[in-house]
């Protein structure tokens, strides 16, 4: 059982090396380093302990002389699941929109949609944000912070129930949105590097609400799908 265990480990080793350089280093030469690399690759940082920590039992097993025909330790059942977990991630990872709200089930108003139907609705199902769409492609999105920003920055007020989305159009495009941000990525984008960004606070004081895709990852195009930190959270939480 022991030595059928330590062969596996051994096994899976060479396996992630053989996905490892053929997915991320195709053009590595022979007797590269592929699992120190693979060890530094951002979307796989926060298994760097542990991928480094195999790489010594590896090297350990295979370096050190074997006594009676038995490696001198023995891989844990966990070190055998991680390599199995991380060769099928790599191989085959989840992809960002099979697990974001498709455009067809997003919910999604214009400029001239009523501001308080929209606020109505959003409060009744939890929304937080709303894309706006125009012309099949995205305006802006509406939120509480649209709201907060219009209301400090001007003396109006929303007076009357068939008041459009229009009135706040100034600060509704995503660049305008003052403690938020958006990011946009492409359809092939993993659910692992799209959570990534949603931990990761690259500006400033401004907090990451939702990543768009789209078929190249640019703004200009249409929409496909929509993820939140809470979609994430939800959907797949063995990734926080």
Not at 30 to 59: A, H, S, T, W
Not at 144 to 154: C, M
Request: charged share 30%.
């Amino acid at each position: 059982m022991e030595q059928n265990l330590t062969d596996e480990f051994l096994d899976l080793y060479r396996v992630l090396e053989i996905e490892g350089k053929e997915k991320y280093f195709p053009k590595s030469g022979e007797g590269e380093n592929v699992i120190g690399r693979l060890m530094n690759l951002p979307q796989l940082r926060e298994y760097k302990e542990d991928i480094n920590y195999c790489r010594v039992v590896r090297n350990f097993l295979v370096h050190t002389p074997k006594v009676n025909k038995t490696y001198s330790i023995m891989p844990s059942p966990e070190m055998v699941d991680f390599l199995k977990n991380l060769i099928k991630e790599i191989k085959d990872p989840p992809l960002a929109k099979d697990y974001a709200i498709k455009i067809n089930n997003m919910y999604t108003v214009s400029l001239k949609s009523n501001i308080v139907d929209v606020v109505r609705y959003m409060q009744t199902m939890g929304f937080t944000h709303v894309p706006v769409i125009e012309d099949g492609k995205i305006f802006g999105v509406f939120s509480a912070n649209v709201l907060y920003t219009y209301l400090s920055k001007t003396d109006e007020e929303i007076k009357t129930f068939d008041t459009e989305l229009s009135l706040l159009k100034d600060y509704l495009p995503l660049h305008k949105h003052t403690n938020e941000y958006f990011a946009f990525v492409d359809e092939d984008t993993t659910l692992r590097e799209v959570s990534q960004l949603f931990k990761i606070d690259v500006r400033s004081m401004k907090q990451l609400s939702a990543v768009f895709i789209t078929e190249h990852g640019h703004s200009d195009e249409r929409i496909q799908a929509m993820l939140t930190p809470y979609s994430i959270l939800r959907d797949a939480p063995d990734l926080y």
